[in-house]
T-cell receptor
Framework: GQNIDQPTEMTATEGAIVQINCTYQ??????LFWYQQHAGEAPTFLSY????GLEEKGRFSSFLSRSKGYSYLLLKELQMKDSASYLC??????????????FGSGTQLTVLP | DTAVSQTPKYLVTQMGNDKSIKCEQN?????MYWYKQDSKKFLKIMFSYNNKELIINETVPNRFSPKSPDKAHLNLHINSLELGDSAVYFC???????????????FGNGTRLTVT
């Protein structure tokens, strides 16, 4: 099985930087994903990490440390439209199917003017 | 438009009824999924099909039955609906390959099911 923990809520100011952490426990790590979900909408893919290090994609970056079971999503130059839930998801090769993703409960980010 | 589309978007029904949710993807993906998102926002896998074959079947009541007529469609039929079935149900698809960008899931817009 897997445990995925992330903060329930975070608040930040427009233009600032925010880091959303995710810790996980898994027996067969095979990749970590970050998704963004606006209220009432579908989750959309943001980033993927399978090796240690930082992956940068515009204003968003994601970091992974496999030895620590830890990832973070870094959002720079926050905009009001970044207010959403951010979901951490882990793929486990020891699960019934290596295609299966297990999601955390999400971090609700509120960006204030 | 290339997408994962599911219908209906909203479904309100009474306990005991039987209902279906349809899902179609035109992305050419080989694998399709059903996820349930409860009121606490947990997204939990229910089923996964790869090329019309069931590959994941989590602990889901057998009142839920997926059907995949072809690899572009995965429908969900629910019998004898209960209050606890109220949730948002998301269909998703992904390429078969596990290489490259990690084969992210592409989600449909969800079906909000309310059982009264």
């Amino acid at each position: 099985g897997q445990n995925i923990d992330q903060p329930t809520e975070m608040t930040a100011t427009e233009g600032a930087i925010v880091q959303i952490n995710c810790t996980y426990q898994t027996s067969g790590f095979n990749g970590l994903f970050w998704y963004q979900q606006h209220a009432g909408e579908a989750p959309t893919f943001l980033s993927y990490n399978v090796l240690d290090g930082l992956e940068e994609k515009g204003r968003f970056s994601s970091f992974l440390s496999r030895s620590k079971g830890y990832s973070y999503l870094l959002l720079k130059e926050l905009q009001m439209k970044d207010s959403a839930s951010y979901l951490c998801a882990v793929r486990d090769s020891s699960s019934g199917s290596a295609r299966q993703l297990t999601f955390g409960s999400g971090t609700q980010l509120t960006v204030l003017p | 438009d290339t997408a994962v589309s599911q219908t209906p978007k909203y479904l309100v029904t009474q306990m005991g009824n039987d209902k279906s949710i349809k899902c179609e993807q035109n992305l050419g993906h080989d694998t399709m999924y059903w996820y349930k998102q409860d009121s606490k926002k947990f997204l939990k896998i229910m089923f996964s099909y790869n090329n019309k074959e069931l590959i994941i079947n989590e602990t889901v009541p057998n009142r839920f039955s997926p059907k995949s007529p072809d690899k572009a469609h995965l429908n969900l039929h629910i019998n004898s609906l209960e209050l606890g079935d109220s949730a948002v149900y998301f269909c998703a698809s992904s390429p078969d390959s596990l290489m490259g960008s990690g084969s992210p899931l592409h989600f449909g817009n969800g079906t909000r099911l309310t059982v009264t």
